[in-house]
């Protein structure tokens, strides 16, 4: 597809949609929704040639953490909150370890591509003040 299109958003002002959009702080996966559904783009990828993360990446911002070990996080946040309400709750409680386990495996990930710092860990303390920054 070409930007020559009749009723076509030109390449540029797609780029710049997805910039305002992340420095409302709409997560990159939210971004493409809001694209299709508000202005007509129907995916960001074909019509630019780069996904909503490297728009990101070139425009210069920087997300303080990769969205999937947010919502990851956001999911064991949730699940801590129940657990204190429901002490007994056995099966809640292994689910918890489970997700914490794929926080960590996540977290080494990252920190091997050097998108996390080196000293950065997962602490359940933390975790709810990590997913609001």
């Known amino acids: 597809m070409s930007a020559t299109q009749v009723g076509e958003i030109p390449t540029a002002e797609i780029e710049d949609l997805v910039a305002k959009l992340a420095k409302e702080g709409v997560q ?19 019509m630019t040639g780069k996904s909503v993360t490297q728009i990101l990446k070139a425009k210069g911002i920087k997300l303080s953490l990769p969205e999937d070990l947010v919502s990851v996080i956001q999911e064991a946040v949730k699940l801590y909150a129940h657990l204190n309400r429901n002490k007994k709750d056995h099966k809640s409680k292994r689910s918890l370890e489970v997700i914490e386990s794929r926080i960590n495996r996540l977290s080494r990930y990252y920190k091997r591509l050097g998108i996390l710092p080196k000293d950065w860990r997962y602490e359940r303390d933390r975790a709810a003040l990590l997913i609001r920054s």
């Open 28 to 46: 990159p996966s939210k971004i493409g929704l809001v694209l299709r559904d508000q202005y007509a783009v129907p995916d960001v990828k074909k």
